[in-house]
T-cell receptor
Framework: ETGVTQSPTHLIKTRGQQVTLRCSSQ?????VSWYQQALGQGPQFIFQ???????GRGNFPPRFSGLQFPNYSSELNVNALELDDSALYLC?????????????FGPGTRLTVT | GQQLNQSPQSMFIQEGEDVSMNCTSS?????WLWYKQDPGEGPVLLIA?????ELTSNGRLTAQFGITRKDSFLNISASIPSDVGIYFC????????????FGQGTILTVHP
């Protein structure tokens, strides 16, 4: 069984630029959630995608957007990057039909904005 | 954003000792989960709890879903060096599918 994978592992961007992060869900999972984890903090929910649509959103501005593809993989896009966007971005997948809340995380993408 | 109150923030223990940590919230949760995160990795699910009062074990780990549904506890028995890492609690309410609210983590250090 293949786990959640994310790419790239690390990324350095300049303030004002745009970035796209990618996630492949675990085999058999059709729901993807994205989280932002600042240094020394717990993950913060950004949004969730189910059936290629946004299914719920946390307290993040519209410049954070996403996509889900028919194979359940997902992208997180961030426009007009700010210094505070520097964080570990985590993707988690789950079975929509399974025990709700059992989300399995990928290794994350470390984004640094300079 | 909202976070759960997790304590203690850090623990330094000797190998073989038992460990207890807890998480509290002002809101009710339907599901409590405990994750462990190693440096440079994503959180790994340890235990999931679905009913108030539920007590669940996973090897040397035992977790409980508080009766008030506003708290949860994790115990690790006979700690070993590989238990080192950051432990996070997470709660899921019934109003938003899949959204997890995390605590700020407990950093565990185990001295051999």
């Amino acid at each position: 069984e293949t786990g959640v994978t994310q790419s790239p592992t690390h990324l350095i961007k300049t303030r004002g630029q745009q970035v796209t992060l990618r996630c492949s869900s675990q085999s058999g999972h059709n729901t993807v959630s994205w989280y932002q984890q600042a240094l020394g903090q717990g993950p913060q929910f950004i949004f969730q995608y189910y059936r290629e649509e946004e299914n719920g959103r946390g307290n993040f501005p519209p410049r954070f957007s996403g996509l889900q593809f028919p194979n359940y993989s997902s992208e997180l896009n961030v426009n007009a990057l700010e210094l505070d966007d520097s964080a570990l971005y985590l993707c988690a997948s789950s079975k929509a039909s399974g025990r709700a809340g059992e989300q399995y995380f990928g290794p994350g993408t470390r984004l640094t904005v300079t | 954003g909202q976070q759960l109150n997790q304590s203690p923030q850090s623990m330094f223990i000797q190998e073989g000792e038992d460990v207890s940590m807890n998480c509290t919230s002002s809101s009710i949760f339907n599901t409590w989960l405990w994750y462990k995160q190693d440096p440079g990795e994503g959180p790994v699910l340890l235990i999931a709890l679905y009913k108030a009062g539920e007590l669940t074990s996973n090897g040397r780990l035992t977790a409980q879903f508080g009766i008030t549904r506003k708290d949860s506890f994790l115990n690790i028995s006979a700690s070993i060096p590989s238990d080192v890492g950051i432990y996070f609690c997470a709660g899921r309410d019934g109003t938003s599918y899949g959204k997890l609210t995390f605590g700020q983590g407990t950093i565990l250090t185990v001295h051999p």
